[in-house]
């Protein structure tokens, strides 16, 4: 059985300070990872994938992927109180025919 | 370009009762998924398509039904509804390449479903 795993939060982090989310993944071959925000009442949306180990960097968001930890991690900077919301972590295997599967999401809380 | 769209968006049914949930997407999507969300915890695969006439079983499908004739449309019936079914039904729509890892998923406004 393929897991995703996630902190299910709440994170409360006061504005203006660094987010950080993470995720563990238990197949060793996973290629894709994906994080999407969920708005309370709302159904999920893209806001970062990554594919290669190292960091990637998108406006305040940066997402770091380490596969031989097997763990992925979004790090939200200059958190503002719209970024409140819940985080979904999701990986695909190792080919494009592979199902992909999210975690349970970590709920996030910025303080003003 | 509408996206995906779900219908009913809010439904309320009785025990051993049946429906049919709509989804429909305009983006030529080859990929459909259907996910249901109860409160407080993540997405659980029900059922997906990788094209027209073919689908599979995801991690919860007992109590469901699909099926897929055109690109665009991918119902979902639930038979027999049960309390337990009662949750936030989500369809989504991506496109997938053979050999490519890119694999961003679009999702519908969900449906509020409650079995009583």
């Known amino acids: 059985q393929k897991e995703v795993e996630q902190n299910s939060g709440p994170l409360s982090v006061p504005e203006g300070a660094i987010a950080s989310l993470n995720c563990t993944y238990s197949?060793?071959?996973?290629?894709?990872f994906f994080w999407y925000r969920q708005y309370s009442g709302k159904s999920p949306e893209l806001i970062m994938s990554i594919y290669s180990n190292g960091d990637k960097e998108d406006g305040r968001f940066t997402a770091q992927l380490n596969k031989a930890s097997q763990y992925v991690s979004l790090l939200i900077r200059d958190s503002q109180p719209s970024d409140s919301a819940t985080y979904l972590c999701?990986?695909?295997?190792?080919?494009?025919?592979?199902?992909?599967?999210f975690g349970p999401g970590t709920s996030l809380s910025v303080i003003p | 370009n509408a996206g995906v769209t779900q219908t009913p968006k809010f439904r309320i049914l009785k025990i051993g009762q049946s429906m049919t949930l709509q989804c429909t997407q305009d983006?030529?999507?080859?990929?459909m998924y259907w996910y249901r969300q109860d409160p407080g915890m993540g997405l659980k695969l029900i059922y997906y398509?990788?094209?027209?006439?073919?689908?599979d079983k995801g991690e919860v499908p007992n109590g469901y039904n699909v099926s897929r004739s055109t690109t665009e449309d991918f119902p979902l019936r639930l038979e027999l509804a049960a309390p337990s079914q009662t949750s936030v039904y989500f369809c989504a729509s991506s496109l997938r390449v053979a050999g490519t890892t890119g694999d961003t998923q679009y999702f519908g406004p969900g449906t509020r479903l409650t079995v009583l």
């Open positions: 999701a990986v695909r295997g190792r080919t494009s025919y592979d199902k992909v599967i």
């Open positions: 398509s990788v094209g027209a006439g073919i689908t």
């Open positions: 983006m030529n999507h080859n990929y």
């Open positions: 197949d060793r071959g996973s290629q894709s």
